[in-house]
Structure formats: structure tokens, C-alpha cells
């Protein structure tokens, strides 16, 4: 975000990318569009996270993204079933009696935001399977089941329970196909208009689709596989991602979690190199934001810190960075040798846009960590942090603006400051030889500490994100950033729903109208004309 003292923090922003119009997928790589260096101005995205409620709808199985299960028994209240006991990728092996095991699915259904339409449902296994919220069951045979789904009509998620199961030979390796993609989700995973949209981008960043937030994952063993009964707890796995990658031609971007073994960096790198396609590059970063005292990573790295006797112990925030830059550092080398060479591997050290403090005395210089990365990341959002009371701008006070007043405010004070971080950390990158890029960016319209209660003050943020002038703005910022000499730009974030915690999404679902998302579309012709300069 756009803090510049060390350890002020703010929420998340949200990102968006857009497919290149006017040059197909196949010109662009031909012509070299699509991996442009490090130094040329380009789009990547920040992709929503996998969580029930996604409103992207990534894949032709929308059990991917399926709620854990939900231990439910007969009598008691919601979630207070007994202990379920799972095989190691989830899956229910026993149920006890009177009781049944539940998840949800497609968790975006106000305004009906999910296909309508027949959905599949296949399984191994013995018991029965029932569900709530369907129109009907067409048809049921053992391992296929039709369920017939209106959004609109159920006004709900799609509910799905197992209440009986053979434990030995437990129900498993559920999947429901969305209408329409049966005979084609084996050999592609993805709902296409997912990857239509997506086409011509330059580089996805997988933060979120890695959980790297207060990522619990350690071993090569305990990491998310295809196999996984869910992706919602550890994330998406690494399979997925490069399939992702090799189908748009694009650049993967991983954030390599902050509990992670040496084992699991070495086996993670042996498989982007082993699958994913030459030619696309692989940006590499150490888990994302060590430096936001919100996320559990920074603790992590304090108590490292702490361990290795990094830091002043009076300030175990600067331990955090130091442990921060050595553990990239370590990463980086394990990359190096899986990978033989560096063609191809940019190794990110990222930290608070404008943070200069930092950046030149611990973040790049500790342990010369700068010798061993080839760029600097940053979040240079366009801030406008409305607290509920104190000296700066309050809830009290925005709540009662017009919505030209907010983008008068973010044109006249957020964008000016955001560009001065930009020039700023440019500097710090040109003198340690380093590329500069965004890890994440865009608007930072949001209330903190109480002002997020605020309705009026959330009902006109939502209002500002969709109004024609703010696309006006992003033009002006995005010329901004390349006028700077800022390389790839990852927009924080593709599609999500907009909320009192943020209107972060380029846009908020799936089918909204690209037309009538100002920033969806200032972001799509900034990023067509990035790519017609490399020609």
C-alpha cells in the first residue's frame, strides 16, 4: 500500500487486467508482445483468490472451490457435528450416525452471478449424496448425478451433502461441471471466458491463488495437489497455475510461502521447469508484504529475526526486513541452481512504494541482498484512507461528499502522491540496478477503524469505482508510471465483489459489462498500448 513509516498498515486493494484487443494471442507471441523485459511497460494481474465466494469463476469444476466441509448433526446447531475424519486430500472417510458432512459452493448468487443450467456431478465411491438449492435432480445413477440450477430462482450457493458414506470405499473425487463443458474439462480445466478475458496478458501473480497470506503451507508434502478435495485451504495448485500459464502465454509470478522448506523451494522450481513453457519468464518472490504487521508472515519474521539475532531487539520490525532480504536471498539461490542460469528468473525483493528509508538501508543492502535480485516491487496505489475519527480525513466528514469531491481528492492528492513513490523508489532501483515493477496497484478507496461501519461512506466509494471519470484518472496514473520507466504493472485485483472492506476489483463478477467499468476498460487501453510500443 502507500504507507511510507515502517510499520503503519493498511488494508488491500484489488487488481484487473485485461486481454489485448486488436492483436491476437498467437501475433503477439510471434512478435515477442507477450514477455516483454523487465523495463517495458506491461499489464500483468493479480488473479482473486479461491475461495466459495469468488465471483471469477475460474474453472469448469466450481467444486474446486468449494467451502471445507461442515460437520452437521441431527438436532444440533449449524457447524456442530462431530470431528470428521479425512484422508489426506479431505475427502470425508466415515460419517457417524446421524450425521452428514456438508459443503457450498458458488457463493455469489445475489443478482443470480452463477450460470443457470444443468451442472454435472461426478464421484468415486459408495453412499449418497443429496443437495440443497437446485431446481432438481434430472437424473441420479451411482457416480453421476444432474442437478438442475437457477440462481435466480434458489436466490443461493449451491449446497452439497454427503450423508452416507461406505468407509471402505468412501465417496471421493466429487466433481460438479458447470453447463455446457462435460466433454471438455478433462483436457481443459478452465471456463473460457475466464481465459478470454485473460488472453494477451503479459504476467499473472499468483499471491492469492497461493493463500500466501498466513499461508500455513511448510513441505512439498503438505502442499496443495490436483488431488486436494478443495482448493480454499492452501491454495491452488502449482499444476494449475502453469497449465494457466502455458495456455495465455503469459509470465507466472509466484510468491513462495513463508513457512516453506528448502525441500519445498528446490521441488517447486523442479516443476516450473520441468512443465512450464520456455520462453516465459518466472518472477519470484518471498511470500508478499513481510513488512505489513496485519499479515502473519511479518510475525514470522520477527521471531526468525529474533532467533538469529537480526536487528535491534528494540526494533524487531527492522529484523523482520533483514530476515526478509535473507531468506530471499537463500530462495533466489535455490532457483538458481535448479534453473542453471538466470534467463528467464526475476528474482523480486518488494517493498512500500516510496519507502526509501528501507529500501537503501536494509531491504536491498543487508547482506547486499540487491547483488542477488533483478528487480524492485512495489504497490504504488492511489490512497485515499478515511479513518472513523483523528486528524485526517474521517468517515464523518467524506460521507457527506459528492462523489466529484472523491475524485477530485484522488486526482489532486492521491495520484500526485502515489507518483512521487513511484519517482522515488525509481531512483533507489536505478542505483542498485534494478528493474522497477508493481506488485500490485491501482485505487485505495477504503475506511479503517470503524469507518468501514460507515454505510454512506462505503455506498459512495462504490459509487466513485464506477464512475466514468475515475477512468480518467487511471489513464493519467498509468501514463505516470511509464513516463517514470516502471516495468510490468500487476493490477490488484481481476474480478471480486466490492464490500465495505474495499471496492478492489477491476470488476465485481464474472458477467459484468466491460463497457460499463471505467476501470476495467482505462486498464485494457493502457495495456493494448504497452503492447503496441514493443512492436
Known amino acids: 500500500m502507500l504507507s511510507i513509516i515502517g510499520r503503519v498498515v493498511f488494508p488491500r486493494v484489488v487488481l484487473l487486467v485485461v486481454g489485448v484487443a486488436a492483436l491476437s494471442t498467437q501475433s503477439m507471441a510471434t512478435a515477442g508482445v507477450l514477455n516483454p523485459p523487465a523495463s517495458q511497460a506491461q499489464l500483468g494481474i493479480n488473479l482473486s483468490g479461491p475461495v466459495d465466494w469468488n465471483t471469477e469463476v475460474p474453472f469448469a469444476d466450481v467444486f474446486h472451490l468449494s467451502r471445507p466441509w461442515i460437520s452437521q448433526r441431527e438436532g444440533a446447531r449449524w457447524g456442530e457435528g462431530p470431528k470428521l475424519e479425512l484422508d489426506e486430500h479431505g475427502w470425508v ?238 530462495i533466489f539461490r535455490i532457483w538458481e541452481d535448479v534453473f542453471g542460469e538466470r534467463e528467464g528468473l526475476v528474482r523480486v525483493l518488494a517493498w512500500q512504494a516510496g519507502n526509501t528509508w528501507w529500501m537503501n538501508n536494509i531491504v536491498l543492502t543487508h547482506e547486499d541482498a540487491y547483488k542477488h535480485a533483478d528487480a524492485l516491487a512495489i504497490a504504488p496505489y492511489m490512497g485515499m484512507i478515511v479513518h472513523r475519527e483523528g486528524d485526517g480525513l474521517t468517515a464523518r466528514e467524506v460521507s457527506g461528499w459528492t462523489v466529484d469531491q472523491v475524485l477530485d481528492y484522488l486526482e489532486r492528492h492521491a495520484l500526485p502522491h502515489s507518483i512521487e513513490a513511484i519517482e522515488a523508489s525509481k531512483k533507489v532501483a536505478d542505483n542498485f540496478g534494478l528493474a522497477l515493477i508493481a506488485y500490485e496497484g491501482g485505487q485505495h478507496m477504503v475506511g ?49 465483489r466490492w464490500s465495505k472492506w474495499g471496492s478492489w476489483g477491476i470488476m465485481q463478477y464474472y458477467d459484468d459489462a466491460p463497457l460499463e467499468s471505467p476501470k476495467f476498460m482505462a486498464t485494457m487501453k493502457w495495456g493494448r498500448r504497452c503492447a503496441k510500443r514493443k512492436l
Open 93 to 330: 472417510k466415515k460419517l457417524e450416525r446421524g450425521c452428514w458432512a456438508e459443503t457450498l459452493m458458488c457463493t455469489i448468487h445475489d443478482g443470480g452471478h452463477y450460470p443457470a443450467g444443468e451442472y454435472t456431478v461426478l464421484y468415486e465411491g459408495e453412499g449418497k449424496i443429496e443437495f440443497r438449492n437446485v431446481v432438481s435432480v434430472t437424473s441420479s445413477a451411482p457416480g453421476r448425478i444432474v442437478i438442475d440450477v437457477n440462481p435466480a430462482q434458489s436466490n443461493g450457493p449451491i449446497y452439497l451433502k454427503v450423508v452416507k458414506t461406505n468407509p471402505r470405499n468412501y465417496i471421493r473425487n466429487i466433481k460438479v461441471i458447470m453447463p455446457g463443458l462435460l466433454d471438455t474439462y478433462q483436457s481443459n480445466p478452465w471456463r473460457p471466458g475466464f481465459l478470454n478475458r485473460w488472453r494477451g496478458i503479459t504476467c499473472f501473480r499468483f499471491m492469492d491463488w497461493m493463500q500466501t497470506n498466513g499461508s500455513t503451507v511448510e513441505t512439498w508434502r503438505g502442499r496443495p495437489t490436483p488431488a486436494s478435495a478443495t482448493f480454499m485451504q492452501k491454495g491452488i495448485p502449482l499444476e494449475l497455475m502453469i497449465d494457466l500459464c502455458n495456455r495465455q502465454k503469459a509470465d507466472a509470478w509466484f510468491c513462495v510461502p513463508h513457512r516453506a522448506s528448502d525441500e519445498y523451494v528446490r521441488r517447486f522450481a523442479q516443476m516450473v521447469k520441468s512443465k512450464l513453457e520456455p520462453g516465459l519468464k518466472v518472477y519470484v518472490e518471498y511470500s508478499n508484504e513481510v513488512w505489513n504487521a496485519r499479515f502473519p508472515q511479518h510475525d514470522y519474521a520477527e521471531k526468525r529475526a529474533a532467533d538469529l539475532g537480526l536487528g535491534p531487539p528494540e526494533r524487531p520490525w527492522e529484523g523482520a526486513g533483514m530476515y526478509y532480504a535473507r531468506r530471499s536471498v537463500e
Open 448 to 496: 479503517v477503524s470503524g469507518a468501514q461501519e460507515n454505510d454512506a461512506l462505503t455506498a459512495l466509494f462504490q459509487a466513485a469505482n464506477k464512475a466514468p471519470r475515475i477512468g480518467k484518472i487511471y489513464a493519467e496514473y498509468y501514463d505516470a508510471w511509464t513516463e517514470a520507466g516502471g516495468g510490468l504493472f500487476c493490477y490488484f485485483t481481476s474480478i471480486s
